[in-house]
C-alpha cells in the first residue's frame, strides 16, 4: 500500500525518536491515538519499520575505533556470499555489512577497543577464512554523520 502524508508524518517521528508517544503522533497527524496506533501496527507488520533501537555513543561504551573494511572474496558464489555474509553479520563489532559493486564484494563497517582488538577481528573474519583474497581497510578519523534515517519524499 502506499504510504500517505499521515504515514510519512508517522515515520519522519519515529526516525527521529522511537519513543515519541502516540498522543504526539496523533497530535501531529491529526488522527486518533488508535488510528495512529493501527497504522504504526501495519507498518511494523508489513515491514516498513523494521526495528526501534537506541543510539548507543561508541566512545562510551568503550569501542572508540571505527573501520571501514572493503573485503574481496575468492569465489563468488551464492553459497559462498551467504557464508561470508552469516559469519560477519553474526560477529557483534561488525556494525553494519554492505554486498557491493566495484572492486570489492562487501563494504563492512566494524569498531574496536583498540589496534589489538581490530587485529583478533581480523584474524577471525577474513585472515581465518580461506575465501578472503584480501581486504582493505581504512580508519575512521572522526564520525561527522552516523544514522540510517530514511529520506521520506512528500506525497
Sequence with gaps: MPLDH?????????????????EDLAAETGLSVASVQRRLKTLREDGTITGEVAVIDPVKVGQPMTFIVMVELERERIDELDA???????????????YVTGEADFCLVCLARDMADFEALTQRL??????????????????????????????
Design 6 to 22: 499521515a504515514d510519512r508524518t508517522i515515520l519522519a517521528a519515529m526516525q527521529k525518536d522511537a519513543r515519541t508517544r502516540l
Design 84 to 98: 561470508f555474509s552469516r559469519r560477519v553479520s553474526a560477529d557483534p563489532q561488525v556494525q553494519q555489512c554492505y
Design 126 to 155: 577474513f585472515f581465518d577464512n580461506t575465501n578472503v583474497r584480501r581486504f582493505r581497510t581504512s580508519v575512521v578519523m572522526r564520525r561527522r554523520k552516523v544514522g540510517l534515517t530514511v529520506p521520506l519524499e512528500a506525497d
